[in-house]
């Protein structure tokens, strides 16, 4: 029999008080788990060892980023929801915007495939996309940078180029009933033929991408939220004014501000489809065009996206 199973309790008892802290520390510090387990009588797990005093525990990997694509998806269908909730009024209001404007315009202007008529019901139809996309567009990335609303986009491992694309496709899409409603309307107003209206599942992706990346520009741009909703309402107005007027009875200096505005390649290309025999080849470089335009302009809302999300 061993002496620590003949001991009696009332040594055992004094030998642990005789014992000096350090003693019970080191014999603590040198007891592997198991022991310890085995003298508790097996009613604690085992302890794990601790890390080393001076090494730091290796961080865990981040999860890899969302592609381009899958990410623009997202962000699509999160604005194209939130646009369903809180816009439909708004689209509503650039409906009868255009509407209005196009029965106004039927007082000076003759029904028929003239150019005039052609000019207001392309004009007014587009304008409905330079309402949502251009107007609407910049004030949101306006108060998204005033609120601070750019840093929660930040957080998220989705790449620039999504924000801006998803966004912009969002507001574009969103106006396709008004812009179908508005160029019926007006081919049924003007008795203008119906023919041509196949083109608009292609004027108002590419003129909306177009407007879209310029109204995110101006509101990522802007320095102060009142000054992006300035620039997108003066935007909407260029687009009112340059757009639904004819081209030929406007001065010089006012064509060439007309051909920069994005809006008009789009506008061109519809009104080129009211033609009883249209030029196909004339449509198809307009919408080139506009592709091209709508190309730089979401770069350029891309760039400005990084450089607000930045500071």
Do not use: K
């Not at 005039?116 to 139809?125: I, L, T």
């Amino acid at each position: 029999m061993s002496t620590a199973a003949s001991a009696t309790p009332e040594e055992t008892a004094a030998e642990t008080e005789s014992a000096t802290p350090e003693e019970t520390a080191a014999e603590t510090e040198s007891a592997t788990p198991e022991e310890t387990a085995a003298e508790d009588g097996g009613a604690r797990e085992p302890v794990p060892a601790p890390a080393p005093r001076h090494g730091r525990p290796e961080a865990a990997p981040l999860a890899p980023g969302a592609g381009l694509w899958p990410a623009t998806a997202a962000v699509y269908r999160a604005q194209l929801s939130r646009a369903r909730v809180a816009r439909i009024p708004l689209l509503f209001v650039a409906t009868f915007q255009s509407l209005g404007i196009m029965i106004l315009m039927r007082g000076v202007v003759d029904g028929g495939p003239g150019d005039e008529a052609r000019a207001v019901v392309a004009g007014s139809s587009v304008l409905v996309v330079a309402f949502v996309a251009l107007n609407l567009l910049a004030q949101y990335f306006g108060q998204l940078r005033a609120s601070g609303g750019l840093d929660h986009y930040a957080t998220l491992p989705v790449p620039p180029a999504a924000v801006v694309l998803g966004a912009a496709g969002a507001y574009a899409s969103f106006t396709v009933p008004g812009v179908a409603v508005t160029a019926v309307t007006g081919a049924a107003l003007y008795r203008l033929p119906l023919d041509g209206l196949w083109v608009l599942p292609a004027v108002v992706p590419l003129a909306g991408a177009a407007l879209a990346g310029l109204g995110a520009a101006l509101g990522l741009l802007a320095p102060r939220q009142e000054l992006a909703t300035l620039c997108g309402q003066l935007g909407m107005s260029a687009a009112l004014l340059l757009g639904v007027l004819p081209a030929g009875g406007m001065p010089e200096p006012v064509r060439w501000v007309r051909d920069l505005l994005p809006s008009t390649y789009g506008v061109e290309a519809l009104a080129a489809a009211f033609e009883p025999d249209p030029r196909w080849a004339s449509v198809a470089a307009d919408l080139g065009v506009c592709a091209a335009v709508g190309a730089v302009a979401l770069t350029a809302a891309t760039w400005a996206y990084r450089r607000a999300a930045v500071r």
